[in-house]
Structure formats: C-alpha cells, structure tokens
C-alpha cells in the first residue's frame, strides 16, 4: 500500500523544548495516522529526526510499502538521500533507527518549502504547539 506521510519537527530556543508532528494519508486522500508530541528538550534537527521516526513506525504498522515522505527540512532529507553527511552523533543514530523502520519499504522522499502544502501547514501547528506547551 502507498502511503503519504507528512513530517515536521520544531524546537523553541533550538535547543529548547520541542515538538514533533506527522500526518498519514492514503492515496485516495483518507487520514490513516496523525499524531503530535512534546520531547521535552532537543534541537529542530532532532525533532524533525522524531517526527520521521514516529510517522515511519504509524506507516508501517499500516502496512506501507511505499511511503511518499514530505519534510520542510532539507537537511533531514539530504541526510536520508546521502547527500550530506551525518556528523552528529545522536542524528546518527537516530537516522540508523529511522533506517531500520524503513526496512522493505520503498521510500521516497521530498523536501518541500514550509508551509507550502496544508498538510505540512497542519504538521508544522501541530509540532509548534506540542513545544509551545512544554515551554
């Protein structure tokens, strides 16, 4: 099944505390997953990293087998192509463990301005007031 996930990570004072966000819908246009949360202290890169990591594990328990992935953040996914290099320890590790929930399934990613789809639009609100209520 083709799935449409929709990620966004933010982080109040960078580091600061932080929310991340995802949105899932099918090809027809029907919300499968949605889901915020506050992860208390971390930098955007990191909350981005967690919002990628709980949408990958929604689309999978959904039964994805090919995930079109939208994020605002380049580097995210310049750093999930290959395209930079991942310096940072812990984004490290956390792009090992966004890899391993990507096991079998085919995904293709995009980055896209902030903003400039509503489901990014919602994820974004989302992930702002998930930090904003541990600020």
Not at 38 to 53: F, K
Not at 72 to 87: C, F, M, N, P
Not at 100 to 129: F, Q, T, Y
């Amino acid at each position: 099944m083709k799935l449409y996930l929709y990620t966004d990570g933010s982080s109040i004072g960078n580091p600061g505390a932080a929310g991340a966000a995802y949105l899932i819908k099918d090809e027809a246009g029907t919300v499968i997953a949605q889901g915020c949360e506050a992860i208390g202290i971390a930098t955007n890169n990191q909350a981005e990293y967690i919002a990628l990591l709980r949408g990958l594990e929604q689309a999978r328990a959904a039964g994805a087998d090919t995930i079109e992935w939208f994020s605002d953040s380049e580097l995210l996914v310049r750093q999930w192509t290959g395209a930079y290099k991942i310096k940072d320890p812990q984004l490290h590790a956390l792009m090992e463990e966004a890899r391993k929930l990507a096991e079998g399934i085919h995904i293709v990613p995009h980055a896209v301005p902030r903003n400039s789809l509503p489901e990014m639009k919602n994820v974004d609100h989302w992930a702002r007031s998930a930090a904003l209520k541990k600020s």
